[in-house]
């Protein structure tokens, strides 16, 4: 997107507004509000959580009763209401750090997780669904029975490989563009409702 285009962009500009990190912070909302993957007080782990937007919403969806965790490769700014950790998600200790934190099994769990974009889509389409399986991992360790989940995907030749991997783990799944997906973006969200554990 060019610089021009990017100053017009509604929900970039909104975001700044309203207060949030990034625009994404409006694909979580938009994809809530269908779905409701997140309800009050509930446990919340973000995987790729860096700038923030949807760890800020995930606090104001968890409330006071809730907990978010976000994991990032990235250096993230303190978000208040979150407990942030900055490492790589295949690092075989995440997961006990994750455990750790919450306590018990959680509710939820948001991955919106991209490689560094080489612009080759055949190689970053392939990274991208390797860190769906490395995140689909933790969350086979920490999410409980009946819980959520939402992953983006980079639509391409393994998705569907992907999307069938998780579709059997829950008794509900649903496959959506957001409307705030950038139109050129090939992005696709599945949301996953009431883990079988
Ligand atoms: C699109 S951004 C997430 C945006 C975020 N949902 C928001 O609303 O601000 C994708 C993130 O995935 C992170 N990421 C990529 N590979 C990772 C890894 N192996 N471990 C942890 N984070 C990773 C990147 O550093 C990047 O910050």
Redesign the pocket.
């Known amino acids: 997107m060019k610089l021009i285009d990017a100053r017009k962009d509604h929900y970039r500009k909104l975001a700044h507004e309203e207060g ?6 409006y ?2 909302k938009e994809l809530h509000k269908s779905y409701r993957i997140i309800g009050a007080g509930h446990y919340v782990l ?12 995930a606090v104001q969806l968890a409330g006071n009763q809730g907990k978010v965790m976000g ?4 250096y ?1 700014e303190e978000i208040p209401g979150a407990h942030i950790i900055k ?5 075989i200790s ?1 997961t006990e750090e994750i455990l750790s934190f919450f306590g018990r099994k959680i509710n939820t769990v ?1 991955c ?5 974009v080489s612009g080759n889509w055949s190689v970053d389409h392939s ?1 991208q669904i390797s ?1 769906n399986y ?1 995140a689909a991992k933790i969350m086979d360790q920490v999410l409980e029975k009946n819980g959520n989940a939402l992953f ?1 995907i980079f639509d391409g030749e393994y998705s569907n490989e992907f999307y069938d991997y998780i579709r059997k783990k829950f008794a509900k799944t649903k496959l959506k563009k957001p409307k705030v997906s950038r139109k050129q973006s090939s992005e696709l969200y599945c949301t996953c409702l009431g883990y079988r554990n």
């Open positions: 949030y990190r990034s625009r994404s912070s694909k979580l973000d995987l790729g959580c860096a700038p923030g937007g949807w760890t800020q919403v994991v990032d490769i990235s993230v490492s790589d998600i295949s690092d995440v948001i919106d997780l991209s490689p560094q990274k860190l490395t983006k």
